[in-house]
């Protein structure tokens, strides 16, 4: 069971208590509305759990365990699939302007790693907006894989389960989506996990990237000829031992480093609490 009064009002990841293998196996979203109510899903279960503070009850479904889909085939670089979808998608504009708006992020410039799909198929078979993200290899620069987060108008992602999905049989290891293009990084760059904390760190340090994940961002490499690296760090235990390991590398090579702090879990969670 959720422990729901322990958290405040916004959206925070924890680990699930079906089938939660420890503290950082954070597979469980949580959002707490300003009136208490509570409502928890697990994208790898599919437990389920709301709560209503009024009347201190909470209603559970039973995880049911996923089909995990067999890949055959690894991709070292970026699928022929993955570059038909990528020239297909369209710069932000309409779904995902408003989406990005309503999540209080700093819109990228049109020649960064993020663009817009208007009908992009779901495997539930949904079909709908999505933003779409190319990762590269942080060093080589060489398209690895696609990012695609399903969307709405309102800053909310789309009802689908799960909303945020990776290319399957391509790696990420070492990847990055450049919201800024390499032209824009010069003396300083910034970085974090996710799309949405990265372009809300932008409104006051870009150019950004983001890393996707607490692993990606505690293996980021140092890069030469970028003197400061400022780091967008998650306010949990994953996020701040990677950002603390990432600072370490990069201090080493002479760099300066900073690391952000804030109440929230993350960025975007600070400016939406703030507006």
């Known amino acids: 069971m ?12 924890i680990p699930c208590p079906a089938c939660g293998r420890g503290e950082r196996d954070k597979t469980l979203g949580l959002t707490i509305e300003a009136d208490g109510k509570g409502v928890a899903h697990c994208f790898r279960c599919s437990f389920t759990e709301s709560y209503r503070p009024d009347r ?3 209603q559970q479904a039973v995880a049911k365990p996923r089909i995990k889909a067999v890949t055959t085939q690894k991709h070292k670089a970026l699928s022929d699939y993955g570059r038909d979808l990528w020239n297909a998608c369209k710069p932000l504009t309409s779904v995902a302007v408003a989406y990005l708006k309503a999540r209080r992020c700093c819109i990228p410039p049109v020649d960064g790693d993020l663009r817009f799909h208007p009908t992009l198929k779901h495997p539930t078979g949904y079909t709908g907006p999505a933003l779409v993200a190319r990762i590269t290899d942080a060093m080589t620069r060489k398209p690895m894989s696609l990012h695609r987060t399903w969307i709405q108008a309102n800053g909310r992602k789309a009802e689908v389960d799960p909303p945020r999905l990776l290319l399957a049989g391509h790696r990420k290891q070492g990847g990055v989506i450049r919201l800024w293009p390499d032209e824009a990084v010069t003396v300083g760059l910034g970085i974090a996990e996710g799309i949405e904390t990265a372009l809300s760190m932008a409104w006051a340090y870009a150019p950004v990237w983001s890393c996707i994940d607490a692993g990606n961002m505690d293996a980021f490499p140092y890069l030469p000829g970028v003197e400061s690296l400022v780091i967008g760090a998650d306010q949990e235990p994953a996020g701040i031992a990677a950002a603390n390991a990432c600072a370490a590398r990069w201090a080493d090579a002479d760099s300066e480093v900073y690391i952000t702090r804030q109440p929230e879990n993350d960025l975007n969670d600070a400016i939406k609490e703030a507006a």
């Open 2 to 13: 959720i422990a729901w009064p322990r958290y405040d009002t916004g959206n925070h990841r």
């Open 56 to 58: 201190d009850t909470r």
